[in-house]
């Protein structure tokens, strides 16, 4: 018997209920039909990002959403300010330098969150700057940075904050409204529990007067002032993957019968059992600020981390992710979100005990489970 | 009893196969797993654009893949000139024209083919044009250009041509290597037999020279350089939607092993048949070059062809497409891409006459069916 396991900080466990939505006959999309999924969808997404501001569906990655935002919050003459812990992080300069914005890059080590006070110091040494970005859970270091923090000092300022909420939002408390959060984007393969293919961006009023106003360069596929005048009517600009659309309304559906804050709590619950285990079977936490969307460990020495990676897959189905770029082959992180429950991160942690002990390395066999199973006790 | 039929022209009819595929658990996007499906997807693709040319997959619509390849292929200070007959021709003029592109728009009259002398003239009299982009079968009039004439003069004059190929490629003859189409563009919910969320997109090595040598503002989302340095690993530079990649590895071995030849030819009969059976009905084909993967109606006076979709819906579940723009209440559009065959083009040539009798339309029950018999008698 073989099964999948997908503890990867995205793709993510999928309810079969969305698999089996998505597998019926479908209308075409310039329908009522459609427009209903559309407005249907679109009203819980306000739910799960917990704003009221619009939400905007987009076909495409995270990436296409962000590309958008970027362009369409960075109006000529403008300056922006990236927050770049990680590699999602970099993405962001990246695309505000390849399109000619003028950007500062702020770097961050990896594996430690922007102190909101470096944000403040920013705007205060430089009044241009109208606009920044940071990646709220940098899923390449399993970091969270403080988005409250730092919503409150650029809101005070009147600059607007644009936000990757990517693996936040639908697994961590976001409250965007209450926060100064301007636009925040997420994808559908993280917490809203579907396959990759879509991606939405929350956008307030004040982004908007931005936005509209802009008569510089936006991206023609994810204009948002055009997907707005299309979501007006529960439309998209451009033909839509309305299947996935439709497999979301059942998945978000999910989320808002579980209620947010019950969310948080079984996502929260779930990162604290694992690090609790990982920590009492000797292996480290690598972030000195977890995010709870998705764990890194640093193994033991005489510990290979792919080679733990590729048991996990090979004996359980596991599948988990490694370091990307300096961090290959130094850390592997598990994540939490998604279709996964406590009972789902029990039997991460149980794999991982065997994988290890066969590895030969020290400690005693079930600490991890038990240390998790406190958390669970105290926590859910 | 309600069955939902789709004759639109895209999305399309999608086999069951293919939906269950979708269905079933999947792994990470960064697998082993994955690059099979990828290199599987790709080599299938090569069969059904029939090219050696490298094709690469997005994740987003056809406007995404257009975007990127236009951007591509005109670097600063280069002239590209756009053929235009209907609303998806005017979107790739509006991209240029958005990113500042040099560009001339040739419009064309809707329900007409450019004439390829025309292209020949524009290229004479303006060497500096580097680029023509034309829509092979533009969806909204239901015409297809000589793809083959107009290629054969790019060529001879070392320009490079962009097709949008989204409702022919899959459907109708389409020889990219030996008709001197550079840049091939089509869509997953076509002919491709797909849901919406995919796009692709072929590139001749004279192409890639200029998008490789290209310095000036390529999309950040849709780079082909970066969608062919990860194609070149059978993988994408952001999060694909792999879950409609694995559909499309089913869908593509359907066509593959039906062969190409043999598609065009059951896709040219079905249209055959069924403008056959219009005019034996009393319908008249409106375009003057009318294309085989999608039949463009104008009805008689007296007929309101919004009732006439609206009915064909009511009773049949049968979804049609009506007029874009100024054709808006003057066409109607029957679809024979995607998951049909001569028998479903008999079923929709059965209900046009059913709603076309009950709304009093003057002909002979039965006509529109004999006629469609004898094409299918003949051609298949």
Same mark, same amino acid.
């Not at 819980?44 to 704003?51: I, S």
């Not at 789902?344 to 994988?355: C, N, S």
């Given at each position: 018997?073989?099964? !999948?396991?997908?503890?990867?900080p ?6 079969e #209920? ?12 310039? =329908?009522?039909?459609?427009r209903?999924?559309m ?15 619009e939400?905007l569906?987009? =076909?495409?990655?995270?990436t ?7 362009? /369409? &919050?960075?109006? *000529? ?26 950007v ?7 594996g430690?969150?922007? #102190?909101?006070?470096?944000v ?6 430089? *009044?241009?700057?109208? &606009? ?5 859970s ?7 940075? #403080? @988005?409250?923090? !730092?919503?409150?000092i650029?809101?005070?300022?009147g ?18 409204? #209450? ?11 993280? $917490? ?6 879509l991606?939405f961006? $929350?956008? $307030? *009023? ?5 936005i ?10 994810v ?6 005048? $299309? ?5 998209? *600009? ?5 299947? @996935? ?7 978000? %559906? ?7 804050e019950?969310?948080?709590k ?11 285990? /990982?920590?009492?079977? /000797?292996l ?22 792919e080679?733990?990676?590729?048991e ?5 189905g ?6 990307q770029?300096?961090?290959? /082959? ?11 429950d ?19 390395h ?10 998790? %199973? ?6 859910l």
């Open positions: 018997m073989k099964k !999948i396991r997908l503890y990867t995205g793709p993510c466990q999928v309810p #209920d969305v698999l089996i939505e998505m597998a019926r006959p479908f209308e075409h999309h310039r =329908t009522e039909w459609f209903d999924l407005k249907d969808a679109t009203t819980k997404l306000q739910t799960v990002f917990q704003t009221r501001n939400v569906t987009i =076909t495409g990655s995270g296409a959403a962000c590309e958008g935002a970027i362009l /369409g &919050c960075n109006p *000529p003459g403008s300056k922006m300010l990236t927050i770049e812990g990680g590699k999602f992080g970099q993405r962001w300069g990246e695309i505000a330098e390849q399109y000619g914005l003028d500062i890059r702020h770097p961050v080590e990896w430690t969150a922007v #102190d909101p006070q470096v403040a110091d920013h705007l205060a040494k430089d *009044p241009a700057i109208t &606009c920044v970005m940071l990646t709220h940098e899923t390449s270091t399993a970091t969270l940075c #403080d @988005l409250q923090a !730092i919503g409150k650029t809101s005070a300022a600059k607007l904050l644009i936000a990757d909420c990517i693996t936040s939002i639908g697994a961590l408390e976001v409250r965007p409204d #209450d926060w100064g959060v301007d636009v925040a984007v997420t994808g559908s393969q993280k $917490s809203l529990m579907l396959p990759p293919g991606s961006v $929350s956008v $307030s *009023p004040r982004a908007w007067e931005t509209e106003a802009n008569k510089g360069q936006h991206s023609y596929y204009n948002l002032n055009k997907a707005r005048k $299309s979501a007006a009517k529960n439309d998209t *600009p451009y033909t839509p993957a309305h299947v @996935l659309i439709r497999g979301l309304t059942v998945a978000l %559906q999910m989320l808002v019968d579980e209620g947010m019950n969310v948080w079984r996502v929260g619950a779930m990162a604290a059992a694992t690090r609790a285990a /990982g920590e009492a079977i /000797g480290s936490v690598f972030s000195q600020r977890p995010s709870d969307s998705v764990t890194a460990f640093t193994a033991p020495d005489g510990v290979d981390t080679a733990v990676r590729k996990l897959k090979a004996r359980f596991i599948q988990s992710a490694g370091g770029d300096h961090l290959k /082959g130094r850390i592997f992180r598990i994540g939490h979100m998604g279709y996964l406590s009972l789902d991160a029990t039997a991460a942690i149980a794999a991982l005990e065997q994988v290890l002990h066969r590895a030969g020290n400690f005693e066999l079930g600490a991890g489970l038990a240390a998790a %199973q406190k958390v669970f006790a105290e926590r």
